[in-house]
């Protein structure tokens, strides 16, 4: 089947601007991730959904971040008034939640404030 | 919660040498620890994992290893390729999350 999707692959936006991230998981998937990675650098954990209700959502790195989702299915994760230090690839990823605990990242949307 | 520990941060290895890469973590509740691959402009992909009641597992060149009372794991590639090349990153699951070390770029020189 299909595998995790996210749009828009690249978005480009003005310092202070919002955006919105958009990520489907794969069909069945009750738990959805999101996780920033800056150039040349790990995978930071932002935040987790088990079906819609975010029990760990310690990684946001400040209230400009927000995400939500909708039943088991599409999350979108929004950054208001972005800064240049917003620059990164948002990665997101699904798995079953209950086990087997593999997940599955999708292409990831490429940021890029100017 | 958890800290993952990622040793080394770059490998390079010769064509057909092994590579190792080692993790540690800290809390013994975690239970999965899966390892992924990442290429230059792509997405990590799982290459193997395995559950705290196994020790190890194999896949035709890889290996993990975990030893839970010391509580680390190791992932082994054999006879390397130059495809081999990428950015390894070992996970601990902990509290319905995963946990990532920090990465190890590995290059194999043909």
């Known amino acids: 089947g299909a595998g995790v999707s996210q749009s828009p692959s690249n978005k480009v936006t003005e310092k202070g601007k919002d955006v919105e991230l958009r990520c489907d998981p794969i069909?069945?998937?009750?738990?959805l991730y999101w996780y920033r990675q800056r150039l040349g650098q790990g995978l930071e954990f932002l935040i987790y959904f088990q079906g819609n209700s975010a029990p760990d959502k310690s990684g946001l790195p400040s209230d400009r971040f927000s995400a939500e989702r909708t039943g088991e299915s599409v999350s979108t994760l929004t950054i208001q008034r972005t800064q240049q230090e917003d620059s990164a690839v948002y990665l997101c990823?699904?798995?079953?939640?209950?086990?087997?605990?593999?997940?599955?990242f999708g292409p990831g949307t490429r940021l890029t404030v100017t | 919660g958890e800290n993952v520990e990622q040793h080394p941060s770059t490998l390079s290895v010769q064509e057909g040498d092994s590579a190792v890469i080692k993790c540690t973590y800290s809390d013994s509740a975690s239970n999965y620890f899966p390892w992924y691959k990442q290429e230059l402009g792509k997405r990590p992909q799982l290459i193997i994992d395995i559950r705290s009641n196994v020790g190890e597992k194999k896949d035709q060149r890889i290996a993990v290893t975990l030893n839970k009372t010391a509580k680390h794991f190791s992932l082994h590639i054999t006879e390397t390729q130059p495809e081999d090349s990428a950015v390894y990153f070992c996970?601990?699951?902990?509290?319905?999350?995963?946990?990532f070390g920090r990465g190890t770029q590995l290059t194999v020189w043909p």
């Open positions: 996970a601990a699951r902990n509290l319905g999350r995963l946990y």
């Open positions: 069909s069945g998937h009750t738990a």
């Open positions: 990823a699904s798995s079953s939640g209950t086990g087997p605990y593999e997940q599955y």
